[in-house]
């Protein structure tokens, strides 16, 4: 019987030392441990893009559909400037070699990816957009 409240006793305190632990540590990090809330996804509209060689030649042009997930509930911030992140991407675009394939009509999806978080970084700051998934890319 002893052994039993021994082993009772034992499971109480190391449940209550846990339990203080975890309370603590979210309380000292501001609730930071608590889970984040759901993403949210921001879709930009259609994307054109050139397609590029690394030696600079063009090799067509590409459609992209982008979405850009919301780490932070800003996302009205984030649709209103929109037109904003287009130019940055349309500004980095030309000069990204992400032509690839025999004809160069596949596009560099993840050349492409780098550069759209890129202009996100630019546009909205660090913190806003945690990635961005191309949900359709289309030669043109």
Do not use: C
């Not at 309370?23 to 441990?33: E, F, I, K, Q, V």
């Not at 050139?50 to 090799?59: E, N, T």
């Not at 032509?99 to 560099?108: C, F, H, I, R, T």
């Amino acid at each position: 019987m002893k052994k039993i409240v021994i082993w009772g006793a034992s499971l109480m305190l190391g449940m209550s030392a846990g339990g203080a632990t975890a309370y603590s540590a979210g309380w000292l990090t501001d609730g930071a441990l608590l889970p984040a809330a759901d993403p949210v996804f921001v879709p930009t509209g259609p994307v054109l893009a050139p397609l590029v060689f690394s030696d600079g030649r063009l090799a067509g042009y590409a459609s992209f559909e982008v979405q850009l997930e919301v780490i932070n509930g800003e996302d009205a911030m984030v649709k209103e400037r929109v037109p904003l992140l287009l130019n940055a991407i349309n500004m980095r675009t030309h000069r990204t070699p992400m032509a690839s394939g025999p004809d160069g009509l596949v596009p560099n999806l993840e050349a492409f990816r780098t550069l759209v978080m890129q202009a996100a970084q630019e546009v909205y700051g660090p913190g806003v957009i945690g990635r961005a998934a191309i949900t359709q890319a289309t030669p043109v």
